[in-house]
């Protein structure tokens, strides 16, 4: 299994990025698909998931309205879009995947909200 991110860098307060995730080595339209976040000193949570069909999704309470996850299971791609981006979303995120019991991330992306 394999997670590569990519889209992160230096965003002035109320812009916008947009994250893509790369996945192989696995079945990617069977399995439901995270992100996470990790800010300096603080533990990693849990931002957005997808289900394997993009049926249902699930954004935490801090970026709901702003933030929409999205995949394309033809390209192996998650997408995390990011609107209206605040200092407080300045974190490293890490795509995620569970596949057979075993937690699988990738090396993460920093994005950095500031002006």
């Known amino acids: 299994v394999q997670l590569v991110e990519s889209g992160g860098g230096l965003v002035q307060p109320g812009g916008s990025l947009r994250l893509s995730c790369a996945a192989s080595g696995f079945t990617f339209s069977r399995y439901n698909m995270n992100w996470y976040r990790q800010a300096p000193g603080k533990e990693r949570n849990l931002v957005a998931l997808?289900?394997?069909?993009?049926?249902?999704?699930n954004l935490a309470d801090s970026v709901k309205g702003r933030f929409t996850i999205s995949r394309d299971n033809a390209k192996n791609t998650v997408y995390l879009q990011m609107n209206s981006l605040k200092p407080e979303d300045t974190a490293v995120y890490y795509c995620n995947v569970f596949v057979r019991g075993s937690a699988y991330w990738g090396q993460g992306t920093q994005v950095t909200v500031s002006s």
């Open positions: 997808i289900s394997s069909d993009a049926g249902r999704t």
